[in-house]
């Protein structure tokens, strides 16, 4: 069943497009991925969903409520934890968790018993009773996931969740995730690191330039990669002329300059690596390590936008903000 539809979605800033005719659907109970590099298009699309910026064409439906012309009519279906906290820095962790339920009409009661087990589940316990503005990065994003579900959305909203936290942080956050969805929530995720989307997503849509450009489950998009064979051989010298005559003596094998002194071999059918091995030594050049590589949803993702993964996640962190 169709929890959320968008069809054509459309917005530009100034004459720059930042979304551009995106449509796609996410099922009831399902982790929908939303990958890009910087600047494709990923905040805007989230913000039109939730309501904080009204799209120059399209619809979007949420719960089979239309939102289009009245982006507030689905807000007490949604949750949502924006990339950069917009919680309360004066405020303690249980006060601003309060507050919150609050505005989703929470009686006094009920917001101080959902805040006080949210803080328990979260490891926040003994931080709410302290400021917000004191936490550290990691527990900062926590709470304001915490805040994002006190009033039990059916649908949460993620833009970027563990950007810049440190790793038990980053584990726990998605383990509560994963364990919000088993419990029949819906999330649309936005995020750069590549591995938390294919540990957690169930489809994944790419977004470029702001298109969408492909949409599918993790299993269908690795799977064609990992009917390859490939090899990553650690070479003393990788000049522009060795593959060509790699190319020449290999024509079955194709080889790519992953980096430099590493070399990338891919075949249909196991790759006699002895055989490779001896040419190479032949040419005067060294083999220092050899290894099989089991292909991922990065190289999918660098194939479709020819963009590498750690240049993204640097200038992502450098900036500490949205896209």
């Known amino acids: 069943m169709a929890f959320l539809e968008v069809d054509q979605l459309s917005k530009t800033y100034e004459k720059i497009i930042a979304v551009d005719g995106a449509s796609f659907t996410i099922h009831e109970g399902e982790i929908f991925g939303f990958l890009g590099p910087n600047g494709a298009g990923k905040t805007t699309t989230i913000n039109m969903l939730i309501g904080l910026a009204r799209p120059d064409k399209g619809s979007i439906r949420i719960g089979g409520i239309d939102c289009t012309g009245?982006?507030?009519?689905?807000?007490?279906?949604?949750?949502?934890?924006?990339?950069?906290?917009?919680?309360?820095?004066?405020?303690?962790?249980?006060?601003n968790l309060c507050f919150c339920?609050?505005?989703?009409?929470?009686?006094?009661?009920?917001?101080?018993?959902?805040?006080?087990?949210?803080?328990?589940?979260?490891?926040?316990?003994?931080?709410?009773?302290r400021k917000f503005g004191g936490f550290s990065k990691g527990m900062k994003r926590k709470l304001t996931i915490a805040a994002g579900i006190i009033h039990n959305p059916p649908i949460l909203f993620l833009d970027e969740?563990?950007?810049?936290?440190?790793?038990?942080?980053?584990?726990?956050?998605r383990q509560i995730l994963?364990?919000?969805?088993?419990?029949?929530?819906?999330?649309?995720?936005?995020?750069?690191?590549?591995?938390?989307?294919?540990?957690?997503?169930?489809?994944?849509?790419?977004?470029?330039?702001?298109?969408?450009?492909?949409i599918d489950t993790v299993d269908s998009l690795i799977q064609p990669l990992q009917e390859k064979h490939v090899l990553e051989l650690a070479v003393s010298n990788s000049e522009p002329a060795l593959y060509d005559n790699l190319?020449?003596?290999?024509?079955?094998?194709?080889?790519?300059?992953?980096?430099?002194?590493?070399?990338?071999?891919?075949?249909?059918?196991?790759?006699?690596?002895?055989?490779?091995?001896?040419?190479?030594?032949?040419?005067g050049i060294e083999v220092s390590e050899a290894r099989?590589?089991?292909?991922?949803?990065?190289?999918i993702f660098v194939q479709i936008t020819s963009i590498e993964i750690d240049s993204m996640r640097k200038e992502k962190e450098k900036k500490g903000g949205g896209v």
């Open 70 to 95: 009245n982006p507030k009519a689905a807000q007490h279906l949604i949750g949502v934890v924006p990339d950069e906290s917009n919680l309360y820095p004066e405020l303690t962790g249980f006060d």
């Open 101 to 129: 339920a609050a505005l989703y009409g929470m009686r006094k009661q009920e917001r101080e018993t959902c805040a006080h087990e949210l803080l328990e589940t979260f490891g926040l316990t003994d931080a709410g009773r």
């Open 161 to 173: 969740p563990t950007t810049g936290i440190d790793v038990a942080s980053a584990r726990q956050i």
């Open 178 to 214: 994963t364990e919000l969805n088993n419990s029949g929530t819906t999330i649309f995720l936005t995020t750069h690191y590549i591995e938390e989307a294919e540990r957690l997503c169930h489809r994944i849509a790419f977004i470029v330039d702001g298109q969408i450009v492909r």
């Open 247 to 283: 190319a020449t003596a290999f024509p079955h094998l194709t080889f790519e300059g992953f980096s430099q002194g590493l070399i990338r071999v891919e075949a249909d059918k196991p790759v006699h690596i002895g055989t490779l091995i001896h040419f190479l030594e032949d040419q």
């Open 292 to 299: 099989k590589v089991r292909r991922s949803l990065e190289d």
